[in-house]
């Protein structure tokens, strides 16, 4: 007699009986659909149909090295999807750059899916060694697929982006989590829970293991959203005082910002959108990565002209915080040092701090293993006068009228824990943590695809883990401000040229656990989770 399992069976089977190109068809259609979980379309519950299908098909391998290719397989249709935006960078000069654009769609999916091919290979090895079923089968890979994102994120200068957890981005009572355990911790929570499901296929002793696992999964993101509404109750509209930021967006094209002859008319541009009604108003007017189009060498006439253009456009008492690339002299070796940075100056057109960037785009800003490859046998993307160097890390600039605020630009606010300053540097006195976050950044180069929709989200992430808000000024989409529970609080969407004034939201009153600890709270749920996985077992 066939039982209401049967059907799922039979397709767990099915699956998992797969060889060859049906096999990886299978898996890369997986990952592919799990894609639309992230950021734009946030279908988080996609999840709980992907995650038991690629299990189902790892049970079928016949070895370690056939759940490798299964999960590379799924691992590469995801990233392909989800990345794909990566390659429209290159047709700004695609006479140029035309060979790479097989190695941005399909190459770094490659390398990414190693990652989950490994991770596959060693949840089969496990899985099979210690007999495990059900509820522990499904935490044993929550365990592994987390640690081999958290590997992703920090092996090779690392690629944090579109882990699991970012899909929460649009439900902002279970994203408060991110608070307490960080993206990583919240990737884990969901992978666990998604992967209960695919205990419903296998034998009927299984099955009720399974249904109590899938509850539990479902009741524990029910009161995570129930915590984060407590959370975020009452706060909306907090913000500190006397404190207006203005954002320039000018929405330049990238074509239009890489043509030298277009320099003076793009600065101007941004100038008269900086100097637009209500300007002598606000406390600081920010301008996205790279809005100077000119080298700035602090010192030079050309550099003083320049914080002269700005010092116009600068608000009373306040200042412009722009990103620019600049230059310096090396004083140990005596040569020329260029950084991708951001100045601040005051109305008096003085230079009130500078920050650089700290962590740096592999070969789009610097070259790896320059110094071993024959000499100009390849170049940087983006760094035409070479590779720029890397800053010393998370500051703190105190500018006084201004909380204490933490620059980041561009990539950097990917990277979880690694976005603010925790003390001052060498035991100074000094401003210590942030009380906001900026982020300066230059979407244009990935046009109006899902890319600039994802890097938003990744950046407003930070603000929830780290308890402050965040502004985030873009040369074109998404520009914004953040409060510290994730909520936009005013916005220029992708394509849009303007400015837009808005309140700078307070921070939490108290540091987040995730700010006090970082991934240290990760480290404590995987070894809960893992110390579950033995009496589950033994109660199979």
């Not at 605020?405 to 000094?430: K, Q, T």
């Not at 510290?484 to 916005?491: C, E």
Request: charged share 15%; proline share 7%.
């Amino acid at each position: 007699m066939a039982t209401p399992h049967a059907p799922l069976n039979r397709t767990a089977e099915w699956l998992g009986a797969l060889t060859g190109w049906r096999r990886a068809l299978a898996a890369a259609a997986a990952g592919a659909t799990a894609a639309f979980a992230l950021s734009p379309g946030y279908a988080v519950p996609l999840w709980w149909l992907c995650l038991p299908v690629l299990i189902w098909m790892i049970r079928g391998s016949a070895t370690a090295r056939g759940a490798f290719w299964t999960g590379w397989w799924f691992g590469f249709g995801h990233f392909v999807f989800g990345l794909y935006w990566i390659s429209f960078a290159l047709w700004v000069d695609i006479a140029r750059f035309w060979w790479a654009v097989p190695l941005a769609v399909a190459g770094l999916p490659m390398l990414l899916a190693i990652f989950t091919g490994f991770g596959a290979a060693l949840f089969k090895s496990l899985a099979w060694r210690w007999r495990l079923q059900g509820a522990a089968e499904a935490l044993l890979f929550a365990v592994i697929w987390t640690a081999m994102e958290w590997l992703r994120g920090h092996l090779f200068t690392g690629f944090p982006w579109n882990l699991v957890g970012y899909g929460w981005s649009a439900w902002l009572p279970v994203l408060q989590f991110a608070s307490v355990a960080g993206i990583y911790g919240l990737s884990l929570l969901t992978v666990a829970a998604a992967a209960m499901p695919a205990a419903f296929a296998g034998p009927p002793e299984r099955r009720r293991q399974a249904m109590a696992g899938t509850a539990a999964g479902l009741a524990l993101f029910a009161a995570i959203a129930g915590w984060g509404a407590w959370r975020m109750a009452g706060t909306e509209g907090r913000a500190a005082e006397d404190v207006t930021i203005r954002i320039v967006q000018p929405n330049i094209s990238q074509k239009m910002k890489s043509d030298r002859d277009a320099r003076l008319a793009n600065f101007q541009r941004l100038l008269q959108l900086s100097s637009s009604a209500g300007w002598d108003k606000v406390t600081a007017v920010v301008w996205p990565e790279t809005a100077i189009p000119w080298l700035l060498v602090e010192g030079e006439p050309f550099t003083l002209s320049v914080t002269e253009a700005l010092a116009s456009v600068t608000p009373p008492g306040g200042y412009i915080l722009a990103g620019t690339p600049r230059a310096t002299l090396d004083g140990e070796t005596g040569g020329t040092r260029y950084w991708n940075g951001m100045v601040a100056v005051d109305s008096a057109g003085h230079l009130a701090a500078t920050y650089d960037k700290f962590h740096l785009v592999p070969f789009g800003e610097y070259m790896p293993f320059r110094s071993i490859l024959p000499a100009g046998a390849v170049s940087a993307v983006a760094a035409s006068a070479g590779d720029y160097a890397a800053g010393p890390g998370p500051r703190t600039l105190d500018l006084p009228g201004l909380p204490p605020v933490g620059p980041l630009i561009c990539y950097e606010v990917i990277f979880p824990g690694n976005v603010a300053a925790s003390v001052a540097p060498d035991g100074a006195e000094g401003p210590g943590r942030p009380a906001w976050l900026l982020n300066l950044t230059n979407d244009a180069w990935y046009g109006e695809t899902s890319g600039p929709h994802q890097h938003f989200d990744i950046a407003r992430v930070r603000a929830v883990e780290e308890g402050v808000p965040l502004v985030r000024a873009a040369n074109t989409g998404i520009s914004g401000i953040v409060d510290p529970y994730g909520r936009i609080t005013a916005s220029l969407g992708l394509g849009r040229e303007g400015v837009v004034d808005a309140a700078l939201p307070q921070a939490v009153p108290d540091a987040t656990l995730y700010a006090q600890y970082g991934d240290w709270t990760l480290v404590t749920l995987l070894l809960f989770l893992s110390c579950l996985i033995v009496p589950l077992a033994r109660r199979m």
